[in-house]
């Protein structure tokens, strides 16, 4: 073979004629010459086998010059006959290449065949791709179902050989093909070919879709050979980041690839070389390629998670963009940083590298908490959380971190508030400290080894510190004088003193060598260093192979210091108990109680400092809950349910206060927002009604527990939210709800010893249980009879008014069931026993029969036959006690009368007694209202209900006409209305002319409630006169005729009655009656709202005085300081709530400037300006008074308030407002930092030049000029003079006008004909004219 296959750079080339011995196509065959020459390149791959491409390429190349136009058949023939040859190259070249004996002739010729079927085959599969993409474009908007056949056909094949082609390709270049080059060097151009076409099938849409997984997975396989085997690592660093560049959506895939060459490939480099790349772009690069920043930015946090161990040596180049302008990229290095902290920083085995990577990471994850971005907070807040959440952040930083989150949760961002409660709650989750997170009970601990801290330093301190002297330092100390004593010993003239000493010291020859040595120590240690040397030199000779002194053989004095400074400081170590107990103690034996008491000192210490972390800890977390309590009614549902998840773990951790934030999350289970409600239920079921135990009971016995402690002194509101809960939890089937049952009744009967507490927690959570189930109380009436209403019931009105509470869930009319009413017979041991307990606590005086009384009365009407008839009895029983006391009682406890009234016979009344009377009366009323108007009413409705079910079934329509008349009734409404007023005027009737009737028993109490009401002097004890003015309220809702002839009275108690109890009872009772006998209340309406007009005009007034005072307090003269015309002014301004207030307010304020003449006083109204609430209308008026102020921006008193209200408006402006508010922002900013004429000079200009400008395009006609007042001076203002630049209204209004007020104010003011007219004269009766 002579010629050589060129890979080309455009197909095209091939056609060329190239050069020397370089392959040209031959001729390019027309499309009916194709299906003839593939069908002998078939025969011709059957017959010689992949090398047939050599004799054939032209056929496959005219293929791919027609692909647009040839048929879809011969596209596919081609590409499964290039697939063949391939796969043939891919079996038969490992043979040829493992034999080593290819000639040069063999080898062109396989490179050849290589190189043609490669090219062709990623040239086809580049144009089918690209006509696959074509075709989805073209049919995506068609809602026909009907597409083009052959075109789908194509196309769902090509979907199905794109992976074939590329396991091809993948067999293929596994090969050591690199031989088949010359010194294995592979052309650029085959590289680029394949690497072209796998990025070229990267493009396509759908590649990162979870179907097309695997085609993802084999291109990036394929890469990876080319990065690893055939030199493309640099091309694929370029090729990826052009492809973020380009394609959003391919981030994730990218990140894929390169974590893949990393890992599976081991080209760790290429990680390196993209984050450098990355690093190096500029923010003017950045902000040029747009969707690139985030495809970058989801790369490298996507990488970030794959491949963190790999990123950590390049992570430095990344560093520069924490500095940018992009938020996204900072977003992702601190997700990087994150996930290197969580997968590689982490743990105690580091080293002091390590760690100080991670210090340094931590700290710049720490410093972006407050970024400028919310986006970035939010996110760091996170990256924290999963840090939290895996452990990886070192106790060190606990605190100072979690005082940074808590800063947080004041962030006008809701992303960034939901992440910090994240963060909080994965804080107390994963706390290294305790599962009980309480500062008070932290604090007795503390204090305690606190205090044992200190005993033992004081301890410490008084010891006398004994001088640790090593043998070496003594040695040191000894070696001068000892070698003056061995040079005297050695001298010729000490025989004589050796002798003595030979006297002294004698015995040596029945002491080892060792004992010896040990006896040269110690005198060494006494000082007696004569007797030391001498009897070291005599040793050598009694020892001559003692290892001790075989130095000695040379005797002279280098040789025996060497000796006894070997004896002194090496067998110390060695020397055993029965050394002399006289002897110096060692080093080490005097270290040893000082080591053992330094490292209890050490491990106190510890202690103390951990539970000074844990009670900061907790502090912090305190702190935090006391935040998120109130986020609990946020707006955002989000932020709901974090703040929801957070009080749930706070409370499993005991925090104090977390159940501070469980109750009041309670109310939300009426939440209209659905996950809101759901939220608050999953919590309490999991705080409270999924207990632990080790048997059911155990289990039953907990959720009581869990469920009293939240009914113990609970409101009224919080025990209804309750209700809800617990009916829920018994509506749904569980196995604990019949051991729960049996534990309440165990409290509440007493069979257990409990607190009376729990007991009323019992059986109001029975109450809550036969809300769902009625059997549960039902059943049991008897028992709750006998326990809460028998004969002890005076001992505990609580415990009875509770159990009335649970026995009324049992009825209609909390259960709200529809059919026939459930009412027991008037003779049930129920009602005697609450009529007995009733009448018996009217003539004692226990504070709580009053509430006890209200409930019996309302369940005697909820659940009685006849319950008028009951409570008639009821209260003439209670009338014959109290007379009997009046009469049998003798002289009432003076406690109980009222100092300073007459002495008639009337002051004999016991007080108490007659005002629980009088409380059961107006009781009785207001029942006995409601159960005509509710329950009779209703009764009356459903038997008219069912007669007409039962006429209709009777008879049908006569005929089709009065069918048509009925239906046309029916969808009028007639039909039943006529019936409805009947029944309503029944109600009426009774009320007007039956209730209080002479023979009705209430009657007979109305003239004692109106004498007691119209005689405060006489009757002036407070439980009297409250109770008598609210039965008389009541009363006066049954009748019109009587609340006619007692309103007068009624708002003569609420004007004069000292008590606020009775005042607040009047007003509530008046506006009752309003809503019942409107035309009767019309009249006194003003009288009614007489305290909230003044209120009105209160704020009216500082409104229109505001800038007055302003100007008063600014005076330099009354030399005021700035500190206190801030406070005055911030509590004026709260008064200050309406948009058209604030708008006058803005102008009137900026007129003011004109006349101010300080520094001072320009600042004070600037300050004025900053502390109003400034909404769009108002911001727009402060643009319209520029002239006023603008020529003192200069000042940074003025011009700094003023910033600070742009600065507001911005934070919660809409786009286009908020373009407003950034313009007058630089417009401000330029007058203060230029000055007003050079700042109006430039915009002269520029508005010459545009003017210029646009008379050269087209030309105006000739307008007449107006000329500019700016500039020109103004006539002076007085500073009480308030003039605004809007004209005043030619219609004079009258109205009530203050100081500084203006004409246009029409909400601020109260008018003449806004003043009600009718008014009605409240009589005054003197006190003594009572008394008769």
């Given at each position: ?6 890979l ?5 080339d ?6 020397v011995n370089?392959?040209?196509?031959q ?8 299906n ?39 596209k596919?023939?081609t ?8 796969r043939?190259?891919s ?12 000639s ?12 043609m ?16 993409y074509r075709e989805?474009?073209v ?14 056909k ?6 199905s050989e794109?992976e074939t ?9 596994q090969?050591?093909?690199?031989t088949?080059?010359s010194l294995s ?5 085959f590289v680029?070919?394949?690497?072209c076409?796998?990025?070229?099938l ?11 997984k ?6 990036i ?12 690592m640099?091309?694929?660093c ?7 560049q ?10 894929q ?10 080209v ?8 450098r790349?990355i ?5 003017e690069?950045?902000?040029r390629?747009g969707s ?6 989801s ?16 992570i ?5 963009h ?7 990229l900072?977003?992702?290095v601190?997700e990087v940083?994150?996930?290197v902290?969580v997968?590689?920083?982490s ?7 390590a ?20 986006h ?6 996170q ?15 606990y ?36 599962c009980?997170?309480s ?8 204090e305690?080894?606190?205090a044992?801290?200190?005993d033992?330093?004081?301890s ?14 003594l040695?040191d100390?000894?070696?001068p004088?000892?070698?003056?004593t ?9 025989e004589?003193e ?5 006297e002294?010291?004698?015995?040596e020859e ?7 040595a ?6 060494l ?7 030391a ?25 280098e ?9 002194f400081?090496?067998p110390?170590q060695?020397?055993p108990?029965?050394?002399?107990s006289?002897?110096p103690p ?8 000082n ?25 912090q977390?305190e702190r935090?809950?006391a ?9 955002t ?7 929801v ?7 499993e951790?005991?925090?104090a206060?977390s159940?501070?934030g469980?109750?009041k999350?309670?109310p939300?289970v ?6 809101i ?9 999991r705080?409270y009604l ?5 048997n ?18 609970a ?5 209804q ?5 617990v009916?829920?939890?018994?509506s749904s ?5 019949t051991?729960?049952?049996q534990?309440?009744?165990?409290r509440?009967?007493g069979?257990r ?9 019992a ?5 809550m249980?036969?809300?769902a189930e009625r059997?549960v ?8 009879c006998?326990?809460a ?7 505990d009105y ?6 009335l ?9 909390v259960?709200?069931s ?5 009412r ?13 307990a009733?009448?018996?606590?009217v003539v ?9 009384m209200?409930q ?10 006849s ?9 003439q ?11 049998e ?6 406690s ?5 009234g ?18 059961l009366c ?6 006995q ?7 009779v ?5 459903r ?6 079910e ?6 049908a329509?006569?005929n089709?006409k009065?069918a048509?008349?009925s ?8 039909v039943?209305a006529?019936?409805e007023?009947?029944e309503?005027e029944?109600i009426?009737?009774i ?5 209080l ?8 109490f109305?003239p ?7 005689s ?10 409250t109770?008598?003015c ?7 809702m049954?009748?019109?005729a ?27 009772a ?17 009288n009614l ?17 505001l800038?007055?005072?302003?100007s ?5 003269e ?10 005055i002014?911030k509590?004026?301004f ?9 708008e ?7 007129q003011?400037f004109?006349?101010a003449?300080t520094?001072r ?8 300006l ?25 000042e ?14 911005r ?14 922002e630089?417009?401000?900013?330029a ?9 109006e000079?430039?915009?002269?200009e520029?508005q010459?030049?545009d ?14 000029v107006?000329k ?10 007085h ?7 809007r ?9 009530i ?8 104010e ?7 004909s806004?003043?009600p007219?009718?008014t ?10 009572l008394?008769?």
């Amino acid at each position: 073979m002579s010629w050589d296959f060129i890979l080309p750079v455009c197909s095209d080339d091939l056609v060329k004629s190239g050069a020397v011995n370089q392959y040209v196509v031959q001729d390019v065959l027309s499309i009916k010459q194709l299906n003839s020459h593939i069908n002998s390149f078939k025969a011709a791959l059957r017959s010689q086998g992949p090398l047939c491409i050599l004799e054939h390429f032209d056929t496959a190349y005219s293929v791919l010059q027609h692909c647009r136009t040839v048929d879809v058949a011969v596209k596919e023939d081609t590409l499964e006959l290039l697939i063949q040859v391939v796969r043939g190259l891919s079996v038969s070249l490992p043979t040829l290449l493992l034999s080593g004996s290819l000639s040069a002739v063999d080898r062109k010729q396989q490179l050849n065949a290589v190189k043609m079927s490669v090219f062709l085959l990623c040239k086809l599969t580049e144009t089918l791709e690209s006509d696959s993409y074509r075709e989805t474009i073209v049919t995506a908007p068609s809602k026909g179902r009907k597409k083009d056949k052959a075109a789908g056909k194509g196309l769902l094949q090509w979907d199905s050989e794109r992976e074939t082609v590329l396991q091809c390709l993948t067999q293929l270049l596994q090969l050591d093909i690199r031989t088949l080059w010359s010194l294995s060097l592979v052309e650029e151009e085959f590289v680029s070919c394949v690497t072209c076409c796998c990025y070229k099938l990267l493009e396509n849409p759908t590649i990162n879709h979870m179907k097309s997984k695997s085609t993802r997975d084999a291109i990036i396989h394929v890469l990876g050979i080319m990065v690893k085997k055939y030199n493309h690592m640099l091309g694929a660093c370029v090729k990826v980041i052009q492809l973020l560049q380009h394609f959003e959506q391919l981030a994730s895939v990218c990140a894929q690839a390169v974590a893949s060459w990393s890992s599976e490939y081991g080209v760790k480099v290429i990680v390196g070389e993209i984050m450098r790349e990355i690093g190096q772009k500029s923010s003017e690069e950045l902000a040029r390629e747009g969707s690139g920043v985030k495809a970058f930015s989801s790369f490298l946090s996507e990488l970030g998670t794959l491949v963190p161990e790999t990123m950590i040596p390049n992570i430095s180049v990344l560093l520069t963009h924490l500095e940018g302008e992009s938020p996204s990229l900072r977003v992702a290095v601190c997700e990087v940083l994150g996930e290197v902290l969580v997968r590689v920083l982490s743990g105690d085995q580091l080293d002091d590298s390590a760690r100080s990577s991670r210090d340094r990471f931590l700290d710049t994850l720490q410093e972006h908490i407050h970024d400028a971005h919310s986006h970035v907070r939010a996110r760091v807040l996170q990256v924290y959380a999963r840090v939290v959440n895996s452990k990886a952040l070192p106790l060190c930083r606990y605190t100072e971190v979690m005082e940074l989150t808590v800063g947080r949760l004041g962030d006008k961002s809701v992303h960034v508030c939901k992440s910090a409660i994240q963060l909080l709650a994965a804080f107390i989750a994963h706390n290294p400290y305790s599962c009980k997170l309480s500062s008070v009970d932290l604090t007795n601990p503390l204090e305690k080894e606190m205090a044992k801290l200190k005993d033992m330093r004081d301890s410490q301190k008084e010891q006398v510190p004994v001088a640790v002297i090593t043998a070496a330092d003594l040695w040191d100390a000894m070696k001068p004088e000892l070698e003056m004593t061995v040079k005297a010993q050695l001298e010729p003239g000490s025989e004589e003193e050796e002798n003595e000493e030979e006297e002294e010291t004698g015995g040596e020859e029945e002491r080892s060598d060792r004992d010896t040595a040990l006896q040269i120590a110690q005198l060494l240690r006494e000082s007696k260093y004569r007797k030391a040397v001498g009897l070291c030199i005599r040793a050598h000779s009694l020892y001559p192979e003692s290892l001790f002194y075989s130095d000695l053989a040379d005797l002279n004095a280098e040789t025996l210091i060497k000796t006894l400074a070997t004896l002194f400081k090496g067998p110390e170590q060695e020397t055993p108990q029965a050394v002399s107990s006289d002897a110096p103690p060692t080093p080490q034996k005097e270290g040893g109680g000082n080591d053992g008491r330094e490292s209890e000192l050490k491990k106190q210490e510890m202690l103390v400092q951990y539970l000074k972390d844990t009670e900061s800890f907790a502090l912090q977390v305190e702190r935090a809950i006391a935040v998120i309590n109130n986020m609990l009614y946020w707006k955002t549902t989000t932020i709901v349910q974090e703040a929801v998840q957070f009080c749930v773990t706070a409370f499993e951790f005991s925090v104090a206060n977390s159940v501070c934030g469980v109750r009041k999350m309670l109310p939300l289970v009426w939440s209209t927002d659905v996950t809101i409600k759901d939220a608050v239920i999953q919590a309490y079921r999991r705080l409270y009604l999924n207990p632990h135990g080790d048997n059911t009971r155990a289990k039953a016995q907990t959720l009581v527990d869990n469920l009293s402690d939240l009914t113990i002194d609970a409101s009224l509101g919080t025990v209804q939210c309750l209700e809800e809960i617990v009916q829920e939890f018994f509506s749904s089937e569980s196995a604990l709800q019949t051991s729960v049952v049996q534990v309440l009744w165990e409290r509440f009967s007493g069979r257990r010893e409990t607190k009376a507490l729990h007991r009323r927690a019992a059986v109001l959570l029975l109450g809550m249980a036969a809300r769902a189930e009625r059997e549960v109380v039902l059943s049991n009436l008897d028992t709750l009879c006998s326990v809460a209403l028998g004969e002890k019931v005076a001992e505990d009105y609580l415990l009875a008014r509770d159990t009335l509470i649970t026995i009324a869930n049992i009825t209609d009319h909390v259960r709200q069931s529809k059919g026939v009413p459930f009412r027991l017979p008037m003779d049930h041991h129920l009602f005697s026993s609450l009529s007995q307990a009733i009448a018996d606590g009217v003539v004692q005086s226990d504070p709580h029969w009053q509430t006890f009384m209200e409930q019996a009365v309302r369940l005697i009407y909820f659940l009685a036959e006849s319950p008028d008839q009951l409570c008639s009895r009821l209260l003439q029983r209670s009338a014959h006690l109290l007379l009997e006391q009046i009469t049998e009682g003798g002289e009432p406890n003076q406690s109980q009368l009222q100092e300073g009234g007459s002495q008639g016979s009337e002051e004999q009344v016991n007080c108490v007694s007659l005002a629980q009377v009088l409380s059961l009366c107006g009781a009785v009323a207001f029942w006995q209202v409601s159960h005509l108007e509710r329950s009779v009413s209703a009764e009356l409705r459903r038997r008219r209900g069912e007669k007409e079910e039962e006429e209709e079934k009777e008879k049908a329509p006569a005929n089709k006409k009065e069918a048509n008349d009925s239906c046309v009734e029916e969808e009028l409404g007639l039909v039943g209305a006529s019936a409805e007023d009947t029944e309503a005027e029944i109600i009426r009737k009774i009320c007007e002319t039956e209730l209080l009737s002479e023979g009705n028993m209430l009657s007979a109490f109305l003239p004692l409630l109106v004498k007691v009401c119209s005689s405060p002097g006489k009757y002036s004890h407070p439980q009297l006169t409250t109770a008598a003015c609210l039965a008389l309220s009541q009363y006066m809702m049954i009748s019109p005729a009587v609340c006619k002839d007692n309103i007068r009275l009624l708002f003569t108690v609420l004007e004069k009655s000292p008590l606020p109890v009775v005042r607040a009872n009047t007003i509530v009772a008046l506006g009752d009656l309003t809503v019942r006998f409107p035309n009767i209340l019309e009249p006194w309406t003003p009288n009614l709202y007489a305290s909230s007009i003044n209120k009105y005009c209160l704020d009216n007034a500082i409104y229109n005085l505001l800038p007055d005072i302003i100007s008063r307090l600014s005076d330099p003269e009354r030399g005021m300081k700035e500190e206190d015309f801030n406070t005055i002014m911030k509590q004026l301004f709260s008064y200050i709530t309406k948009e058209r207030q604030t708008e006058s307010l803005v102008e009137k304020l900026c007129q003011r400037f004109r006349t101010a003449k300080t520094e001072r006083q320009w600042a004070d109204l600037a300050v004025s300006l900053s502390l109003l609430s400034v909404c769009e209308r108002g911001f727009k008026k402060l643009q319209e008074c520029w002239d006023c102020y603008s020529d003192k921006l200069a000042e940074p008193g003025v011009y700094q308030p003023l910033l600070s209200i742009a600065a507001k408006l911005r934070r919660r402006a809409k786009p286009q407002f908020k373009a407003q508010v950034e313009d007058y922002e630089k417009r401000l900013t330029a007058v203060h930092t230029k000055g007003l004429e050079n700042v109006e000079n430039e915009e002269r200009e520029q508005q010459t030049g545009d003017a210029q400008s646009q008379n050269l395009k087209t030309p105006q006609p000739q307008k007449s000029v107006r000329k500019s007042t700016r500039g020109r001076s103004k006539p002076k203002l007085h500073d009480s003079d308030l003039v605004t630049p809007r004209k005043s209204r030619s219609r004079p209004k009258p109205a009530i006008t203050f100081t500084s007020d203006e004409e246009e104010e029409e909400d601020a003011v109260m008018a003449e004909s806004e003043t009600p007219k009718v008014t009605t004269p409240i009589a005054r009766t003197r006190r003594t004219r009572l008394r008769h």
